[in-house]
């Protein structure tokens, strides 16, 4: 490892255990999910989450789009006024798990302080609908949300986007596609769906982190990726041009077994250009701020986030350095 992991990390990870991701199938994956909500429901998941700030009512709602519907979790600022900026928000979970209110704590926050209108996109998952689904979902919810966005309150055109792990894939993959956006905000991101990822000294340094493993990555990619796809379509670090980015901050973890693709894309981006900041937790596990409650370093990189999008999200619209 290149670093200690929390003492609550710790604890937690000894207590419960997990599937054997090796040789989980795809049915048992799905049949996960009902135990997973259950313990974020609990008050052992509340305070692993995090607390929802007070300033903030957070309420689902229905997205439609061409031949699917999709669930919505807005977080709005209790006090505030219209013309707020909109971020566009995708969990993690590696297309096979998750939900946007793992992300409350985090969200919630963000839109009573920044302030801004913040939907989360409960996009669809594999098994039962493998990738590209998640991507398009993403690619498709962006604009309707931008064009819905005045009954929130919200001015579409002060726009940014955000996501956790693979939530930052499709933060990436879809910023390709979207004009104007103000800033992309990528968090212990995974930007390489290829075998190579296996590859990054990261993926052996931390091997034995105790979210993100090796044999999780490999189930994620077995489970969700359809055979014979190319990962390379998914995989922002194959992109050939990625001149016109939008700025972007991105989060990487210390204990994570991704953590050498941000600096790597981050390389990329300047390379090409683009305005970047890159900052390290090294005492932070992957997914940690959807665990506020655990991990320490939760609370001055969601204080980093805060600042990064009120300085971006408040800069005149033709800004883009």
């Keep these: 490892m290149r670093g200690r992991v929390p003492v609550r990390m710790r604890v937690l990870a000894a207590l ?3 599937p054997d991701w090796d040789s989980i199938t795809p049915d048992q994956v799905v049949q996960a999910r009902a135990p997973q909500e259950r313990l974020r429901r609990s008050a052992l998941g509340a305070f692993i989450t995090g607390k929802p700030h007070r300033g903030a009512r957070s309420t689902t709602h229905t997205l439609e789009l061409p031949g699917r519907t999709l669930n919505v979790r807005v977080h709005r600022p209790v ?5 707020l900026p909109l971020i566009v928000a995708f969990h993690g979970g590696g297309f096979i798990s998750g939900v946007p209110e793992q992300d409350d704590w985090l969200l919630s926050h963000l839109s009573a302080e920044c302030p801004a209108v913040v939907a989360s996109v409960d996009y669809r998952l594999a098994p039962e609908h493998p990738i590209p689904a ?3 979902d993403a690619r498709d919810a962006v604009p309707a949300l931008v064009a819905q966005a005045g009954q929130w309150g919200a001015d579409g055109s002060r726009l940014a986007l955000l996501g956790s792990s693979a939530g930052a894939t499709l933060a990436v993959l879809t910023a390709f596609d979207t004009p104007d956006l103000r800033t992309q905000v990528l968090i212990n991101p995974q930007l390489d769906w290829t075998d190579g990822v296996f590859a990054y000294p990261s993926f052996t340094d931390n091997a034995d982190s105790p979210t ?6 490999r ?3 077995r489970i969700a990726l359809p055979a014979g796809f190319d990962a390379r379509a998914i995989s922002p670090m194959f992109r050939e041009d990625l001149a016109g980015s939008a700025p972007t901050l991105i989060q990487s973890a210390g204990l994570d077994p991704l953590e050498d693709q941000s600096p790597a894309y ?4 300047r ?10 937790y090294p005492e932070a596990t992957h997914g940690f701020l959807s665990m506020s409650g655990l991990i320490p370093a939760a609370g001055p990189a ?11 999200l408040s800069a005149p619209s033709d800004v883009r350095r």
Aim: glycine share 12%; proline share 4%.
């Design 16 to 18: 419960k255990g997990g």
């Design 79 to 83: 006090h505030a006024g219209p013309g």
């Design 134 to 136: 998640a991507v398009e």
């Design 212 to 217: 993100a493993t090796p044999a999780n990555c």
């Design 219 to 221: 189930a994620v990619q």
């Design 266 to 269: 981050a390389d990329r981006l």
């Design 271 to 280: 390379q090409a250009g683009v305005t970047v900041t890159l900052t390290r």
């Design 302 to 312: 969601r204080a980093e986030i805060l600042d990064h999008l009120r300085n971006r």
